[in-house]
């Protein structure tokens, strides 16, 4: 009698697993939710913003320099998205189109955190944001522009 309604507790949760998903499936939308929204852009000063635009891949959504809590920080929104790469970095370029990559064009800010969806890089306090014109995501390894932000400067059209 035991071993039959362990049997089918047994088949019960396998059933509930199989509805639910596997512990290898990407999480549900209530899963997600429960994630802290890392928006600064609500409570932060922007001081410069841009659309990306697609070099040589598909990179879409939009990049925020945001001054916070005696921080600036760059922002990528929720629509961000880009290819997949061997060596992904975000850059600051002095460029509004970045086509070269000499050491005294840009600043190295971080390695890709994701490809996709919303992200925050911290800016050192050394760097001046009025020597740079864009935001790239360049891969290091092929030395290619995955695509690019042009800045411009909110607090003049303020």
């Not at 809590?69 to 998205?81: I, R, S, Y």
């Not at 000499?102 to 050192?124: A, H």
Request: proline share 5%; glycine share 8%; net charge negative.
């Amino acid at each position: 009698m035991r071993l039959k309604y362990l049997g089918q507790v047994l088949w019960v949760g396998l059933l509930l697993m199989s509805c639910s998903g596997s512990p290898d499936s990407e999480p549900s939308a209530d899963q997600t939710a429960s994630q802290p929204a890392l928006s600064k852009s609500e409570t932060g000063k922007t001081l410069a913003q841009g659309d990306f635009v697609g070099s040589d891949h598909d990179t879409k959504g939009s990049a925020t320099l945001i001054s916070s809590d005696g921080k600036t920080l760059l922002e990528f929104d929720q629509a961000f998205k880009t290819d997949q790469g061997p060596d992904l970095f975000v850059l600051l370029h002095q460029d509004a189109k970045p086509e070269t990559y000499n050491p005294n064009d840009y600043k190295v800010i971080s390695k890709l955190q994701n490809t996709q969806g919303l992200q925050q890089y911290e800016i050192p306090a050394d760097v001046d944001l009025a020597k740079y014109q864009s935001v790239a995501i360049w891969c290091k390894k092929f030395n290619v522009t995955f695509g690019y932000a042009p800045l411009t400067d909110q607090q003049s059209q303020g």
